[in-house]
Nanobody, 115 residues
């Protein structure tokens, strides 16, 4: 089992920035694809960004150029730097770890973009 704990969410004005963190309970980054997903009220959960063990990244079109995913293997932590935030980025953000056929999720952290 892998536990994932997110932090860093909050309320921010449009155009502002936030950095989310996800701490994993085990050293899994060499074998896992790590990702961030989000779910807005009344909508399905959607992919935001992923990063592989080899540091290849993938982003949803809606966040390209604004969000950056990264990881610190020594700290077992993955980050999501979010810049130029928009009201439509408001959602609960979830950290995900995919190891072969297994998926692990964090509890989520709320991000609200509003003036």
């Amino acid at each position: 089992q892998v536990q994932l704990v997110e932090s860093g969410g909050g309320l921010v004005q449009p155009g502002g920035s936030l950095r989310l963190s996800c701490a994993a309970s085990k050293n899994i980054f060499r074998i896992a694809v790590m990702g961030w997903y989000r779910q807005a009220p009344g909508k399905q959960r959607e992919l935001v960004a992923t990063i592989t063990s080899g540091d290849s990244t993938n982003y949803a079109d809606s966040v390209k150029g604004r969000f950056t995913i990264s990881k610190d293997n020594a700290k077992n932590t993955v980050y999501l730097q979010m810049n130029s935030l928009k009201p439509e980025d408001t959602a609960v953000y979830y950290c995900n770890s995919r190891i072969l056929a297994s998926n692990y999720w964090g509890q989520g952290t709320q991000v609200t973009v509003s003036s």
